[in-house]
T-cell receptor, first 113, second 111 residues
């Protein structure tokens, strides 16, 4: 058990709706990264949060946004959901903004109908 | 980060060694080879990493060729619980914000 927790485990939404996913990092970690994993593909980087700010973003539209709280937990928000947003969303935590030792949570499975 | 090439799938009998290859012919001198695995319905898990010397830990061994253009992850005594997708990633340690996962190798360990 890596210690990263995500909620909810599964989620079903309708096209056009908005969704919020939550992540609690491993104890002692202050950096949170979010990844999207489509079926049969490797995880794709969405963005990273460190010191409550977005430090780097992957190739994802502005419909994807996030937040990091003072306790280092994080939220991923997706607006105007598309069918193509159906995926496993993974949260990973690490220390001091580095990713050399990055621990992943079990993910949230989002289905958009 | 250098690009990596892995076979899409491999089989291994339980108890035998699983040897997973990875080609990274464009690797730079300061780039490390990292291996992660993802068991079904779980997040990726770090296995091992190395620069040029062979590395071993409680999970696996990493063999990197002398020219560093390829490497092999070795699971010495594969068990059914080792069935997973294995990702080889090349990156500069201490830098970057993201792990660039490819499609990896799907390893099936059979009884």
């Amino acid at each position: 058990d890596a210690g990263v927790t995500q909620s909810p485990t599964h989620l079903i939404k309708t096209r056009g709706q908005q969704v919020t996913l939550r992540c609690s990092p491993k104890s002692g970690h202050d950096t949170v990264s979010w990844y999207q994993q489509a079926l049969g593909q490797g995880p794709q980087f969405i963005f990273q949060y460190y010191e409550e700010e977005e430090r780097q973003r992957g190739n994802f539209p502005d419909r994807f946004s996030g937040h990091q709280f003072p306790n280092y937990s994080s939220e991923l928000n997706v607006n105007a959901l598309l069918l193509g947003d159906s995926a496993l969303y993974l949260c990973a935590s690490s220390l001091d903004g580095t990713i050399d030792e990055q621990y992943f949570g079990p993910g949230t499975r989002l289905t958009v109908t | 980060d250098a690009k990596t090439t892995q076979p899409p799938s491999m089989d291994c009998a339980e108890g035998r060694a699983a040897n997973l290859p990875c080609n990274h012919s464009t690797i730079s001198g300061n780039e490390y080879v990292y291996w992660y695995r993802q068991i079904h319905s779980q997040g990726p898990q770090y296995i091992i990493h190395g620069l040029k010397n062979n590395e071993t830990n409680e999970m696996a061994s990493l063999i990197i060729t002398e020219d560093r253009k390829s490497s092999t992850l070795i699971l010495p005594h594969a068990t059914l619980r080792d069935t997973a997708v294995y990702y080889c990633i090349v990156r500069v340690a201490g830098s970057g914000y993201a792990l660039n996962f490819g499609k990896g190798t799907s390893l099936l360990v059979t009884p």
